[in-house]
């Protein structure tokens, strides 16, 4: 089975960086897209950012300019490069991979997430 590991969540102050990592193990073929999500206590889970395997990216207004989606050398791999972060970023971050119906595990899988906090 698909297994996702995140990695790069913590305590920084406003104004800040962190860069969160993604791997996903288990599967012979690439994903076709991978992406981070965040998500408060009582809220809807939401797109951070996401990136095709051909290199297109999708973000959230609310972090343009400030957060970069890449994928890694690494087959399945992700970063998010958040620079300039805010309180209101604070959140559990989620890694997803989308993979192709033809692959031995098609379909979404989520990371555990990773808790991102950002002091004022």
């Known amino acids: 089975q698909v297994q996702l590991a995140e990695s790069g969540g913590g305590l920084v102050q406003a104004g800040g960086s962190l860069r969160l990592s993604c791997a996903a193990s288990?599967?012979?073929?690439?994903?076709?897209?991978m992406g981070w999500y965040r998500q408060a206590p009582g809220n809807q889970r939401e797109l951070v950012a996401s990136?095709?395997?051909?290199?297109?990216?999708t973000y959230a207004d609310s972090v343009k300019g400030r957060f970069t989606i890449s994928r890694g050398k690494a087959k399945n791999t992700v970063y998010l490069q958040m620079n300039s972060l805010k309180p209101e970023d604070t959140d559990v971050y989620y890694c997803?991979?989308?993979?192709?119906?033809?692959?031995?595990?098609?379909?979404?899988?989520w990371g555990q997430g990773t808790q991102v906090t950002v002091s004022s």
């Open positions: 997803k991979a989308d993979f192709p119906g033809y692959s031995d595990y098609p379909g979404d899988h």
């Open positions: 288990g599967s012979m073929f690439s994903s076709d897209a």
């Open positions: 990136i095709t395997l051909g290199g297109r990216t």
